[in-house]
């Protein structure tokens, strides 16, 4: 399977700043996948990237809160925008294996915003 | 729309014992289903998919899932249960490549709890 990073690990942010996380993969890849997950709870979609198009974004998140970009087939970013408490989370980068039909996740960025 | 359901906040079994972990699906056409474990502090590990085929799947760890068309399910199931298997578990369905349902989306995870 792919191996994916991600950067930073964690990170405290003062509200109303920004934080740009970013996902490195070992592989080309065509659609990668970013995800917010609170603590012991479920995986929500924010958006998928894919290389030279538009990001496609999930109800209730938005481009200028999240923008994203996926400048290559190995590589993205995601930008969290104006942050306050209710951002703290931890994000998650994915792709997908379209040979196996598997998903992959990193190991994703802990954010607390104070 | 795909959605999943895991009913089943958490789950207590004694080592040794068998152990399941519920799932139900909806999602229009043929469903790609997934089980995912996330260890405190780790990352998310795949575990097993079905996608076609055999309605009993084999994966990591010793674990298996069960595959329902009628009674739209895929149960995760193990044998006998060990401490080291205590995580939380995600159940996940992905639609049809190329349908508007092709992303996974995750059910609400279940807590699996071994005890000694």
């Known amino acids: 399977s792919a191996v994916i990073s991600q950067k930073p690990s964690r990170d405290i942010c003062q509200r109303g700043t920004s934080l740009t996380i970013q996902c490195q993969v070992d592989?080309?890849?065509?659609?990668m996948f970013w995800y917010r997950q609170q603590p012991g709870q479920s995986l929500t979609l924010i958006a998928t990237?894919?290389?030279?198009?538009?990001?496609?974004?999930e109800s209730g998140f938005v481009i200028d809160k999240f923008p994203i970009s996926r400048p290559n087939l190995t590589f993205s970013t995601l930008t969290v925008s104006n942050m306050s408490p209710e951002d703290s989370s931890i994000y998650l980068c994915?792709?997908?294996?379209?040979?196996?039909?598997?998903?992959?996740f990193g190991p994703g960025t802990r954010l607390t915003v104070t | 729309a795909q959605s999943v359901a895991q009913p089943e906040d958490q789950v207590n079994v004694a080592e040794g014992n068998p152990l399941t972990v519920k799932c139900t699906y909806s999602?229009?056409?043929?469903?790609?289903l997934f089980w995912y474990v996330q260890y405190p502090n780790r990352g998310l590990q795949f575990l097993l998919k079905?996608?076609?085929?055999?309605?009993l799947v084999k994966g990591s760890y010793g674990f298996e899932a069960e595959f329902n068309k009628s009674q739209t399910s895929f149960h995760l199931k193990k044998p006998s249960a060990l401490v080291s298997d205590s995580a939380l578990y995600f159940c996940?369905?992905?639609?049809?490549?190329?349908?508007?349902?092709?992303?996974?989306?995750f059910g609400s995870g279940t807590r699996l709890s071994i005890r000694p």
């Open positions: 990237a894919n290389q030279g198009s538009e990001a496609t974004y």
């Open positions: 999602v229009s056409g043929n469903p790609y």
């Open positions: 079905y996608i076609t085929g055999d309605n």
């Open positions: 592989s080309q890849v065509t659609m």
């Open positions: 994915s792709i997908v294996d379209s040979h196996l039909y598997e998903q992959y």
């Open positions: 996940a369905v992905r639609g049809p490549q190329g349908s508007s349902a092709s992303k996974i989306i």
